[in-house]
């Protein structure tokens, strides 16, 4: 377990925005910061990170919280596993203040195990590299024969997996490690009661994620056999996803943001001899066609990306579906063709940082002009071949998002295949329209309204000061949920204590003077204290789930004569306290158009407090009073004609409440009908 006091260093030494920062392009917005959301593939800035209150909002998908629960999130760690990645981050040490419990142990998730399991096995390869004679022989010798440094390689965590049948296998089981979870990893193999190591005689490629955990492994065979598979690859697993995963996105990622700009390139050397010649922003799909989810994962950090070819035209041409696809993403898409005979690896090996640098950026063509010459080029001659390829570019144009661009293009590819503009406009509006219906009963049939039936949307509140932005307000769309007043009185109750805690309000008080009479005085109390005292003389208390333990949680510090700050819940253990806390603070409000081009003044919250808390108090207790009000005429609806004193006692409590319910309307100024 980790103590107590090292969790706390971790959350005051951890900051969000620097977390974050590693996993998504941020671009300042005032005090704050914003990104397209990591989780969805949206076009516009949803996602929120505010350094003061340390907590992010994706406003997209309505998910929020602290520097750990966006670890558990984005790279689905257990809070412990996010605890110790930041703690390796920010150097801080952890002593655990007791060994787990077998149940413990037993309780850990199959996705932990596998990460345990495979990062034993990464550690193992690499030592069998430098330390074991064999490993030195053959694998080391294969990576230095492949012109590869050792700073390279043991960035990489290169290893090998020697070839003895099951030495990998008896090594893990005898420290422990489950058999289970080293087959379930893919490194072990069983088969009639025999185990056998799944990568034996192959040098190894481990497959970090975003956050340098390792998902899985590549392992390349040393033998001529043609009979005998080149890679083998980890199998799928709850870690290992290889359509959401790239090959050295995790020594990137940070580059890649630095040049707005990723190299795509195919293999593992090539991603490897890149980064030896200086060269840092290039990631590898591992020898398949981008998926959707890895295209995400490069959009994160950049809109830009660059294509690697080593020059043969059918592997050109087989990747253009997936490039159109890299297209519809509105990314901009640029290839290089390099030299008959060389591809990335071989060329990064024999240049220059400079060279290879210049060498990309001198031949780095438009996809689509690049497209349109190399097809244009192979129907030289043939009307028909060439009626169908002018068909074939326009359907990518089509793809682009971007109108504008699709204008450009269009124009450009009439140029090069000397054909009326006018046609190819009318080819692709054509395309472009059919897209667009049918998007459109897509959205019909899987998307339900926002609201529906009696349901609003939660009221929102004017953002706190530290939380304001130069960038205009984006407004989370709530998930279809029914609440009832009550719900939004509370949540604004508890609003209010996250926000304004510890904040000093001024509120009148009843006493006796010099000469025994009672008079109103004006005291100052914190917001903490005026809304526990306030319900707790009326005996009244909060009943939602989602706000109980908040208020308990405030109720037993001010006991204890200490108030709570919002970074108790935004930091807590408990996810769904945290979620709670993290959705209200992120709260926005909706300003209107002409408020802000005409820069109208807005007052702020934080400027009339005391009536801000005041009113809300009284909101709570007026829905209180109403609520009770319309459960007794429920009530006397239901008593039979015989019950008269039932009867009477409901409506002498009813008359009461409604005596209550002017006194609280006048205080709040509303007009009673």
């Not at 309204?449 to 706190?464: C, K, R, W």
């Not at 809300?616 to 319309?630: H, L, R, T």
Request: negative net charge; hydrophobic residues 35%; contains cysteine.
């Amino acid at each position: 377990m980790i103590p107590k006091e090292t969790i706390d260093e971790i959350f005051q030494t951890a900051r969000v925005e620097e977390v974050i920062g590693d996993f998504v392009q941020m671009k300042k917005a005032g005090s704050s910061f914003k990104a397209k959301s990591p989780f969805t593939d949206e076009k516009t800035a949803s996602f929120m990170i505010s350094p003061a209150k340390q907590i992010w909002k994706c406003f997209s998908t309505g998910k929020g919280g602290n520097v750990v629960s966006f670890l558990m999130e984005h790279e689905h760690f257990s809070y412990v596993e996010a605890l110790k990645w930041l703690a390796n981050k920010y150097g801080i040490e952890i002593k655990e203040d007791r060994k787990r419990t077998p149940e413990e142990i037993q309780a850990t998730t199959i996705r932990e195990n596998l990460s345990i399991v495979n990062e034993f096995a990464a550690k193992h390869f690499e030592d069998n590299l430098f330390e074991n004679e064999s490993g030195k022989a053959i694998g080391l010798s294969y990576f230095v024969k492949r012109g590869f440094r050792e700073d390279i390689i043991r960035k990489f965590n290169l290893g090998y997996c020697i070839e003895t049948s099951n030495a990998f296998t008896e090594t893990a089981l005898k420290k422990g490690y489950k058999l289970e979870f080293l087959e379930k990893a893919g490194l072990t193999k069983t088969k009639e009661g025999r185990s056998f190591d799944f990568f034996r005689g192959r040098v190894m490629f481990p497959i970090h994620s975003v956050a340098g955990k390792i998902l899985g492994f590549g392992g390349r065979t040393l033998k001529a056999d043609k009979k005998i598979a080149k890679y083998f690859n980890s199998p799928e697993s709850e870690l290992y996803n290889k359509s959401k995963i790239l090959y050295g996105l995790y020594f990137a990622k940070n580059n890649i943001i630095k040049y707005d700009n990723c190299y795509l390139v195919e293999g593992y050397t090539d991603v490897i001899s890149m980064h030896q010649a200086g060269v840092q922003n290039v990631v590898s799909s591992s020898g398949t066609s981008l998926t959707s989810g890895q295209i995400n994962l490069i959009k994160r950090y950049s809109d830009n990306i660059t294509i690697l070819y080593d020059g043969d035209a059918a592997g050109i041409k087989a990747s253009f579906r997936g490039i159109d696809m890299i297209l519809e993403h509105g990314m901009n898409v640029r290839v290089v063709l390099f030299p008959d005979g060389e591809d990335p690896d071989s060329f990064a090996k024999k240049s220059s940082t400079e060279e290879l640098s210049t060498y990309i950026t001198d031949n780095a063509k438009d996809f689509i002009v690049f497209k349109s010459d190399l097809l244009s080029k192979e129907a030289a001659g043939d009307p028909l071949k060439k009626a169908q390829l002018i068909r074939d570019i326009v359907s990518s144009i089509a793809l682009i998002p971007d109108r504008i661009k699709q204008q450009v293009y269009t124009k450009e590819c009439a140029n090069i295949f000397d054909i009326e503009e006018d046609i190819l406009v009318d080819e692709l509006v054509k395309l472009v329209r059919d897209k667009e219906q049918k998007a459109a009963k897509r959205r019909q049939f899987s998307q339900p309204s926002s609201f529906g039936g009696n349901e609003e949307p939660p009221p929102e509140a004017l953002i706190p000061p530290e939380y304001q932005t130069d960038a205009p307000p984006v407004i989370t769309t709530p998930q279809k949920v029914k609440y009832d007043n009550l719900y939004y009185q509370e949540r604004d109750l508890i609003r209010l204590l996250l926000n304004y805690g510890p904040f000093s309000v001024k509120t009148k008080q009843i006493q006796e003077n010099d000469k025994g009479e009672q008079e109103e005085i004006f005291v100052e109390v914190s917001v903490v204290q005026l809304i526990l005292h306030e319900l707790e003389v009326d005996g009244m208390v909060l009943i939602h789930p989602d706000f109980v333990e908040i208020f308990k949680a405030y109720k037993t510090a001010f006991e204890e004569g200490k108030i709570l700050e919002e970074k108790n819940f935004t930091r807590n253990e408990d996810v769904a306290i945290a979620n709670v806390a993290v959705d209200i603070l992120s709260e926005k409000n909706e300003l209107s158009p002409q408020w802000v081009t005409q820069k109208v003044k807005i007052k702020r919250e934080v400027d009339n407090l005391d009536r801000a808390v005041i009113e809300a108090i009284y909101s709570y207790k007026s829905c209180k009073v109403m609520d009770e009000i319309n459960t007794l005429q429920h009530d006397m609806g239901q008593i039979g004609s015989e019950d008269l004193d039932g009867f009477h006692a409901l409506m002498t409590r009813q008359m009461k409440l409604e005596k209550v319910k002017l006194v609280l309307s006048a205080k709040l100024g509303r007009r009673i009908i």
